[in-house]
């Protein structure tokens, strides 16, 4: 599929995906979110793709939230329609996803934006960084997730505060609230991401996968014991494990195939 409203290339087995509308501050369209659902599955089924690392193009936006102007005159169907679409192909498929997602988060995540953030895996936050769910402003209510997401990730009582209100927070207090994972200079923002995968590249890929969805099972109240012990005992089946029982015993380091 050809990309109008993304930039995306995989280099050393990290898929690059860069949402390039940058005048309109990275705002995600109709066109741009099927391009996301497209190449998220391209990310999951390539086995050369160990992880993704997502961004805003520009130094002043991540994504600024969701285009207004293609919903402005929905009904209520069409916006639970609307919201559903989102959430299935997009950003359901990314926090379900078997390769880590890290957002790299280069200015404001608003809306939209902070649920594509929350629905990654990890988030680092350059420093500039401004984080915040306006959509009572507008009359309405995050819809892609961010209700539950950003309570998982900071508690209800922050949660409820940062929506009812729709005030922005910054990076620090981002991270302070455990919003996000890392805060460093604008700069050094794919770096950190891109060392974070590359200490990830070195595990067991299936393993690494077996624990996402075990972890995601946890948070989304989906059976995670169940699902842990389930993973758990799959794991003693790959040629992974065998080879990293061998590459311990032998004090070497294991070289895992995936399989």
Known sequence: MAYQHLLSEVKENILYITINREKALNALNKDTLTELADVIGFADKTSEVRGVIITGAGEKAFVAGADIKEFSDYNGKQGEELAKRGQDTVFNAIENATKPFIAAINGFALGGGLELAMACHMRVASENAKLGLPEVTLGLIPGYGGTQRLTQLVGKGKAIEMITTANMVTAADALHFGLVNHVVPQAELIAKAEEILNA????????VSAALKSVIASVNHNNGY????????KCF???DFKEGVVAFVEKRKAVFQGK
């Open 226 to 233: 169940e699902t842990e012990i389930e993973s758990f005992g």
């Open 237 to 239: 089946e790959t040629s």
């Open 200 to 207: 990830v590249k070195q595990r067991a890929p299936l393993a």
